[in-house]
């Protein structure tokens, strides 16, 4: 069981956040065009999912798997998106991205009152220390 | 009893639909009558008048507008008498008020469907080139809070995908096995079947539905 890699994307799709763990094989774009990939596969994914689902109208993806990673979604109410690949057996992955979301809106919240009052903005190793610290505490981490 | 499966799909190499079935179920309608102005926001969405905020009393976003005062709604135009009116301006009108609007849940019409195949075999090939690590194939298995999907893939590139609901536990690794085998039976042996083609045959219609009927008993697991 591993973590290999996490996306986050603000509700237009530019990509807030990226980082990997385990990724043994690139996908072979310029890391914009990879997010841009991402986003849209998500955008076309929940498209799909939508016109599918005749029950009701609040439906959200939860993952999808392949033979060899599972890739799990968690979306906010603000559209803030975030995914996860994982190792297809993970458990407890939606705990874990809550956690992640969890960080990412004291980061952002952090950094929106220091940009107010200092002349230095945040380092980006801020939020990158508190995101690696919780995945690397996670039980699906190695 | 409740049906498990929900759609059935078998999409050529190209990503084009060549055979689907779906469950029968009642399609949910809600009727009420409403004083000025009217509290569900309606627009046109792919030609019809949608809801797009306001749930309320089993109305539901993505339901349509299907007749007003027992007047059958076609698309967005409402017939009255000799003269046709789009819907949402008949709606805005106060001298039409009190009126009585029935609303439908929606329905996957044969030509989404086909969108829909397209839309899959396009999310199935670049699942395949975002993995992070080697030999991954395409989507297998995807959840939402509504239903779950899984698809097979053939060596020859055919996928059977199978739709149940998310509270199913169906064992869709046999039911798909056993599609592709009734596909070889039926479709591949048929000498008047072209390759890709949607299926036609009576007879592979009839082998579905027996294997859907005894996929349900057995909660998917379909074993001679």
Same mark, same amino acid.
């Not at chain 1, 798997?65 to 995914?83: G, H, N, P, Q, V």
């Given at each position: 069981?591993?973590?290999?890699?996490?996306?986050?994307?603000?509700?237009?799709?530019?990509?807030?956040?990226?980082?990997?763990?385990?990724?043994?094989?690139?996908?072979?774009?310029?890391?914009?065009?990879?997010?841009?990939?991402?986003?849209?596969?998500?955008?076309?994914?929940?498209?799909?999912?939508?016109?599918?689902?005749?029950?009701?109208?609040?439906?959200?993806?939860?993952?999808?798997?392949?033979?060899?990673?599972?890739?799990?979604?968690?979306?906010?109410?603000?559209?803030?998106?975030?995914?996860?690949?994982?190792?297809?057996?993970?458990?407890?992955?939606?705990?874990?991205?809550?956690?992640?979301?969890?960080?990412?809106?004291?980061?952002?919240?952090?950094?929106?009152?220091?940009?107010?009052?200092?002349?230095?903005?945040?380092?980006?190793?801020?939020?990158?220390?508190?995101?690696?610290?919780?995945?690397?505490?996670?039980?699906?981490?190695? | 009893?409740?049906?498990?499966?929900?759609?059935?799909?078998?999409?050529?190499?190209?990503?084009?639909?060549?055979?689907?079935?779906?469950?029968?179920?009642?399609?949910? #309608? =809600?009727?009420? @009558?409403?004083?000025?102005?009217?509290?569900?926001?309606?627009?046109?969405?792919?030609? +019809?008048? %949608? &809801?797009?905020?306001?749930?309320?009393?089993?109305?539901?976003?993505?339901?349509?507008?299907?007749?007003?005062?027992?007047?059958?709604?076609?698309?967005?135009?409402?017939?009255?008498?000799?003269?046709?009116?789009?819907?949402?301006?008949?709606?805005?009108?106060?001298?039409?008020?009190?009126?009585?609007?029935?609303?439908?849940?929606?329905?996957?019409?044969?030509?989404?469907?086909?969108?829909?195949?397209?839309?899959?075999?396009?999310?199935?090939?670049?699942?395949?080139?975002?993995?992070?690590?080697?030999?991954?194939?395409?989507? #297998? =298995?995807?959840? @939402?809070?509504?239903?779950?999907?899984?698809?097979?893939?053939?060596?020859?590139?055919? +996928?059977? %995908? &199978?739709?149940?609901?998310?509270?199913?536990?169906?064992?869709?690794?046999?039911?798909?096995?056993?599609?592709?085998?009734?596909?070889?039976?039926?479709?591949?042996?048929?000498?008047?079947?072209?390759?890709?083609?949607?299926?036609?045959?009576?007879?592979?219609?009839?082998?579905?539905?027996?294997?859907?009927?005894?996929?349900?008993?057995?909660?998917?697991?379909?074993?001679?």
């Amino acid at each position: 069981m591993t973590i290999y890699n996490v996306y986050i994307f603000d509700r237009e799709g530019q990509c807030l956040y990226y980082d990997e763990w385990f990724r043994t094989k690139q996908s072979g774009l310029a890391p914009i065009q990879e997010y841009k990939l991402v986003f849209g596969m998500m955008l076309s994914m929940k498209s799909f999912v939508d016109r599918l689902a005749t029950n009701d109208s609040n439906q959200t993806v939860n993952y999808y798997k392949t033979s060899a990673y599972k890739m799990t979604f968690l979306e906010s109410a603000t559209s803030i998106k975030i995914m996860l690949n994982t190792d297809p057996n993970a458990t407890g992955i939606r705990d874990l991205l809550h956690k992640i979301y969890q960080t990412w809106t004291e980061t952002a919240n952090s950094a929106a009152k220091l940009e107010l009052f200092a002349s230095n903005p945040p380092n980006e190793n801020f939020l990158k220390n508190r995101v690696r610290d919780i995945v690397m505490k996670h039980p699906a981490y190695v | 009893m409740s049906n498990h499966i929900q759609h059935l799909f078998i999409i050529n190499r190209a990503g084009s639909l060549i055979y689907s079935w779906e469950a029968r179920t009642e399609t949910p #309608e =809600v009727e009420k @009558t409403y004083e000025w102005p009217i509290d569900v926001h309606l627009e046109e969405v792919d030609q +019809k008048a %949608v &809801v797009v905020f306001g749930e309320k009393d089993g109305i539901k976003l993505r339901y349509y507008v299907k007749s007003v005062n027992g007047e059958t709604v076609s698309g967005t135009r409402l017939q009255l008498g000799a003269q046709q009116v789009n819907v949402l301006e008949y709606l805005q009108e106060e001298d039409h008020y009190p009126v009585t609007v029935k609303f439908a849940a929606p329905t996957v019409s044969t030509n989404e469907k086909i969108i829909l195949s397209s839309m899959f075999h396009s999310l199935f090939t670049i699942a395949v080139q975002l993995s992070p690590c080697q030999k991954s194939s395409g989507v #297998e =298995v995807l959840e @939402t809070t509504q239903f779950k999907l899984f698809c097979l893939q053939s060596r020859t590139g055919v +996928k059977f %995908v &199978v739709i149940t609901s998310a509270a199913s536990n169906i064992a869709a690794d046999s039911l798909l096995s056993k599609m592709y085998e009734l596909y070889t039976d039926f479709a591949l042996k048929n000498p008047f079947y072209s390759i890709d083609m949607p299926i036609r045959a009576q007879k592979f219609d009839e082998a579905i539905k027996t294997l859907l009927e005894r996929a349900e008993k057995n909660n998917g697991a379909v074993t001679f």
